[in-house]
């Protein structure tokens, strides 16, 4: 299983895209011409998409890989009602949410919607590849925010845990009440596995300040 990174150039945001045998299983999706070229030139047939939460940054690739591969795309039951609505996914506020972050000063985005094929509530288990894929919810940066495990040994947060970063829930939809009551624990309770955040470094669950 080799496990790559992409970064969508205008917020930092993390793409990641892992592969194995004719395969591929991405998380959080957005436009980058080298991971189409990677996904083709190993001959992927199939792309199974996971979402860790609603918002643009973490989305915004749906829509084009679904014009260049066949596509399942896995969600929350929240997090795949916003997504069709470019409120919902804070397409439509994205240049001046994002207007002191951006890479660039000039900026534009078109209101943006996906949708899902899969979704669920609280948690869900799955096979991919022989890897064991474990799906919960961790609502608090947003409303459809989940975690992904792979095999108990991967850890992929979204935004719901950033490297030396405790702001997560100050954004539209965030809850700082529900990430302490709820998703604290669920991250807490992980020892010694490999995180990949939303944004920013990779490393060692403890390293990160929960």
């Not at 957005?30 to 199974?48: D, G, P, Q, Y």
């Not at 998409?49 to 609603?54: N, Q, R, S, V």
């Not at 064991?132 to 979204?158: A, K, M, W």
């Not at 100050?170 to 709820?182: A, C, D, R, S």
């Amino acid at each position: 299983m080799i496990i790559s990174t992409f970064i969508f150039q205008l917020i930092d945001s993390r793409m990641y895209v892992i592969i194995e045998d004719d395969e591929a299983l991405v998380i959080d999706p957005c436009e980058n011409t080298e991971a189409f070229e990677l996904l083709k030139s190993r001959k992927i047939s199939w792309v199974n998409i996971i979402l860790t939460h609603e918002h643009y940054d973490h989305i915004s690739g749906v829509n084009a890989f679904r014009k260049q591969f066949k596509c399942n795309v896995i969600c929350s039951e929240i997090c795949g009602k916003k997504i069709t609505d470019s409120r919902g996914n804070l397409s439509k506020y994205f240049e001046v949410l994002i207007a002191s972050k951006a890479k660039s000063e000039m900026i534009h985005i078109e209101p943006f919607k996906c949708y899902a094929d899969v979704t669920f509530r609280n948690k869900m288990q799955m096979v991919w590849k022989k890897h064991r894929v474990s799906l919960i919810e961790t609502p608090g940066h947003s409303e459809g925010s989940i975690c992904i495990e792979i095999d108990s040994e991967y850890l992929f947060t979204g935004d719901s845990l950033l490297k030396n970063n405790t702001n997560v829930t100050k954004i539209i939809g965030g809850n700082q009440q529900v990430f302490e009551l709820t998703t604290k624990p669920i991250l807490k309770s992980y020892e010694h596995i490999y995180v990949y955040p939303g944004h920013g470094d990779s490393g060692w669950i403890e390293e990160f300040n929960i």
